[in-house]
């Protein structure tokens, strides 16, 4: 009999004993239960696996963020994945971005476009990188040219675009680098002037496709030196002399260039229109390049006290095209004495050719 708070229970010996050995049984029982849904735990485990959901979510943005340029919220993504534990994702990552020179890399490639499809992009930009690492120009070309999304990696478009211009497909730059994004202006600007350029002089004496593609220079890149100076080389491998001395006559409204003004050699017009638009834009300090082209075209139009006058003042510049022009007036114009004696100044001396 057990008797306990007003109650008496009765029974037998063994009977007792038996429910008492069930009570224990069923105490160890519970608690083992209780160890195995222990609420801590199940938030322990909750926890960690949204952390590592989070942590796998962060490492691709900052892969993507590292991709597309913005180093700074990659920074901050992977601290994120620091905070949360870490992610597998991300050594899997580093073992393709080291390692690119070793026999096993396609084979580590291509386990991790299996693995996880969603790196794929970086897959592919590790695998452009490693070809242009490589020196090969026209592989990484056409390797990117097949992931459309490579040519929006920073890092990678300016390989992208270097090898475009060494393969000579420059029109297809001057595309690209006049809609690319994210951009600096100023960096634009070079590429598609740099663009522009080679693909007028690969057009010189092509009418059609050079009208073509200076439609496409921008009027801002149109108005550069450089670029100028192209275009009238252009203009003048199709004939175009006067479109292109008028095109030298508007620049120099904007822009007094002597290494424009050097280009009016090559334009067939009148001499006297050559002449008068130079000493229109005489500087008051004119340069070796100035006093060349301005004796030149004083001995074209056989002025020659003119010619003598800007190829001396080119030869105490040291100009050795001056100095041979004005040795030849000499001898033109029957003056041995000068001839000769310039003729020794010019072996003795050995002036530098200045190219302005």
């Known amino acids: 009999m057990i008797a306990w708070n007003g109650w ?8 007792g004993v038996g429910l008492i050995l069930l009570s224990f049984v ?77 026999g096993d890399w396609l084979e580590r490639q291509a386990e991790l476009l299996a693995h996880d499809p969603e790196l794929k992009t970086f897959a592919h930009a590790i695998a452009a990188q490693r070809l242009w690492l490589l020196n090969e120009p026209a592989q990484f070309m056409n390797h990117v040219q097949q992931h459309e999304a490579l040519q929006h990696v920073p890092w990678l478009r300016q390989h992208y675009w270097q090898a475009l211009y060494e393969q000579g497909h420059v029109e297809q730059l001057l595309d690209q680098a006049q809609v690319a994004a994210n951009i600096h202006p100023d960096e634009r600007n070079e590429w598609v002037a740099k663009a522009a350029i080679a693909a007028l002089k690969r057009n010189f004496g092509n009418a059609e496709n050079g009208r073509s593609i200076l439609k496409k220079i921008p009027k801002a890149i149109k108005a550069l030196e450089s670029v100028v100076a192209v275009e009238i080389a252009y203009l003048v491998s199709i004939k175009e002399h006067d479109q292109a001395f008028k095109k030298l006559q508007s620049t120099l409204k904007q822009n007094t260039s002597e290494a424009l003004l050097s280009l009016v050699h090559t334009i067939v017009v009148e001499p006297t229109k ?83």
């Open 8 to 15: 008496l229970v009765e029974t037998t010996f063994w009977a």
């Open 274 to 356: 050559k002449l008068n638009l130079i000493e229109q834009h005489e500087p008051a300090q004119p340069s070796a390049l100035y006093c060349r082209t301005a004796g030149q075209l004083n001995l074209a139009l056989q002025l020659w006290g003119q010619a003598q006058n800007w190829l001396e003042k080119g030869w105490a510049h040291q100009d050795l095209q001056c100095g041979v022009l004005l040795a030849d007036l000499f001898e033109q114009r029957n003056m041995p004495d000068q001839a000769n004696k310039l003729y020794k100044q010019l072996a003795l001396s050995k002036p530098i050719l200045k190219v302005e």
């Open 26 to 102: 069923s105490i160890l029982i519970i608690i083992q239960i209780w160890r195995g849904v222990a609420p801590t735990r199940l938030w322990q485990r909750f926890r960690q696996h949204r952390n590592q959901k989070a942590a796998k979510k962060e490492t691709i943005q900052a892969i993507n963020a590292w991709l597309s340029g913005q180093d700074d919220k990659a920074i901050q993504s992977l601290q994120r994945v620091a905070d949360a534990g870490g992610s597998d994702r991300l050594p899997r990552a580093m073992t393709l971005a080291l390692g690119w020179h070793q």
